[in-house]
């Protein structure tokens, strides 16, 4: 039978898992970010929260239960999300490490105490990963690393995920494998951007000269690294859906208390047709890209391929979400447009995610191939 409902014990986490976003994150959501300050005590709180809820039912604990984590983590700081999402990500991440180095990061990343950035795109390669020009040479015990990307998100990371190029004669993302590089390796330099939103992640490049890590360091097979990466991506790209959809809904729900209580013409904004209409638009489409998400991570889980189904939330989510937080903003006028309410701020936040982990434009043809054959959108 089609089932579209939660468990009961996922429908409790997410009721208290919103309640506690919204009691603890959303109240220094704005203050992070004009501070830029990494929300470390906050990613360290949601952590203890799900690990307290989950105690005693690991099993239970899946990729449902992260998606659930994305979308009411992001209703209270949409850059608490990613790091927040606990046991289901992080092992698919580092499931090609070896256990030496899942050892040491696991527990401290799964605690919040230590944070990963993942280091693909360079000056010469951004959609077009196989143009990488980051290169790793063998020398003996040793990798040695040189090149420069130029857009790591938690710049502050304690490791880095790191893709090169190790076969030298290659020109696509069939010669790149992937490392995992402490940051305190010499050889490391790193320069921040200032961002229109996200501010409180920082990102920016990563700088590799002559950056040396033990053999033990490569995760997965040599040449391996794009099939790893894409298998995390679609997941991934779930989870980027959620947390833009969880942002938005919670901007809808205010604009509901504030169109009902705000009265204009002698009447609640709410009895305007040009008023509800925007909202029913946004509630619709947010619902919509929402199960469109959660049927990603549920086909993940039943072993189904998912790509074409992640690209196509990658793509749609996360506009919906700025379209509607656009709109709320639209509906709550001057006191929209102002840092006194977080509605700007998310719309910041949100933006930023249509670009990274791959455009509109690159989940297009995505889509495209599986609809149209390889040839498809060519140019
Ligand atoms: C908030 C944020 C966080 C990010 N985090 C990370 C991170 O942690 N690690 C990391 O490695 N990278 C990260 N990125 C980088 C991101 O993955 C890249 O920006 C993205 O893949 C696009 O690469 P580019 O910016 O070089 O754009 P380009 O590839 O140069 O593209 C520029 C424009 O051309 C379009 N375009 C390119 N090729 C085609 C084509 N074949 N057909 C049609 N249109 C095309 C693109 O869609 C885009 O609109 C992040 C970016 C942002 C904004």
């Known amino acids: 039978v089609l089932d579209f409902s939660f468990t009961p014990a996922q429908e409790e986490y997410r009721g208290r898992l919103r309640a506690f976003a919204l009691a603890e994150l959303l109240p220094g959501y704005g203050e992070r970010d004009a501070e830029g300050r990494y929300p470390y005590e906050q990613v360290r709180a949601v952590l203890r929260f799900a690990a307290e809820f989950w105690r005693g039912r690991e099993t239970e604990r899946d990729l449902i239960v992260s998606g659930i984590t994305a979308e009411e983590v992001a209703r209270g700081d949409f850059n608490c999300v990613l790091p927040s999402l606990g046991p289901a990500l992080q092992r698919e991440f580092l499931a090609g490490a070896s256990p030496a180095d899942r050892d040491r990061w696991l527990p401290s990343l799964l605690a919040g105490d230590a944070v990963i950035g993942l280091c693909l795109t360079e000056p010469e390669a951004g959609s077009d990963m196989g143009g990488m020009q980051t290169r790793a040479e063998r020398r003996g015990d040793v990798w040695v690393l040189n090149g420069e990307k130029n857009s790591v998100s938690f710049l502050n990371a304690d490791v880095f995920y790191v893709f090169a190029r190790t076969d030298r004669d290659s020109?696509?993302?069939?010669?790149?494998?992937?490392?995992?590089?402490?940051?305190?390796?010499?050889?490391?330099?790193?320069?921040?951007?200032?961002?229109?939103?996200?501010?409180?992640?920082?990102?920016?490049?990563?700088?590799?000269?002559?950056?040396?890590?033990?053999?033990?360091?490569?995760?997965?097979?040599?040449?391996?690294?794009?099939?790893?990466?894409?298998?995390?991506?679609?997941?991934?790209?779930?989870?980027?859906?959620?947390?833009?959809?969880?942002?938005?809904?919670?901007?809808?729900?205010?604009?509901?208390?504030?169109?009902?209580?705000?009265?204009?013409?002698?009447?609640?904004?709410?009895?305007?047709?040009?008023?509800?209409?925007?909202?029913?638009?946004?509630?619709?489409?947010?619902?919509?890209?929402?199960?469109?998400?959660?049927?990603?991570?549920?086909?993940?889980?039943?072993?189904?391929?998912?790509?074409?189904?992640?690209?196509?939330?990658?793509?749609?989510?996360?506009?919906?979400?700025?379209?509607?937080?656009?709109?709320?903003?639209?509906?709550?006028?001057?006191?929209?447009?102002?840092?006194?309410?977080?509605?700007?701020?998310?719309?910041?936040?949100?933006?930023?995610?249509?670009?990274g982990d791959g455009t509109p434009q690159i989940q297009k043809l995505i889509v495209a191939r599986s609809l149209l054959g390889k040839g498809a959108a060519m140019r």
């Open 171 to 355: 020109r696509d993302w069939r010669g790149l494998s992937a490392f995992l590089v402490p940051r305190d390796t010499p050889g490391l330099a790193f320069e921040r951007y200032e961002d229109m939103g996200c501010r409180a992640v920082p990102r920016g490049i990563v700088r590799l000269t002559d950056v040396e890590v033990p053999a033990s360091a490569m995760v997965g097979p040599p040449g391996g690294a794009f099939p790893m990466i894409r298998h995390f991506f679609d997941v991934n790209r779930a989870f980027i859906g959620l947390k833009c959809v969880g942002a938005a809904r919670q901007t809808l729900d205010e604009t509901i208390v504030y169109v009902t209580g705000r009265v204009q013409f002698g009447a609640p904004l709410a009895t305007f047709q040009g008023v509800a209409f925007p909202i029913v638009e946004a509630a619709t489409h947010l619902e919509l890209a929402r199960w469109q998400c959660y049927r990603v991570l549920w086909m993940r889980q039943q072993g189904i391929p998912c790509a074409t189904e992640a690209a196509m939330v990658k793509w749609w989510a996360p506009k919906v979400a700025a379209d509607a937080i656009h709109q709320c903003l639209l509906l709550h006028g001057h006191q929209g447009y102002s840092r006194r309410l977080p509605i700007e701020q998310r719309l910041r936040d949100v933006l930023g995610w249509q670009i």
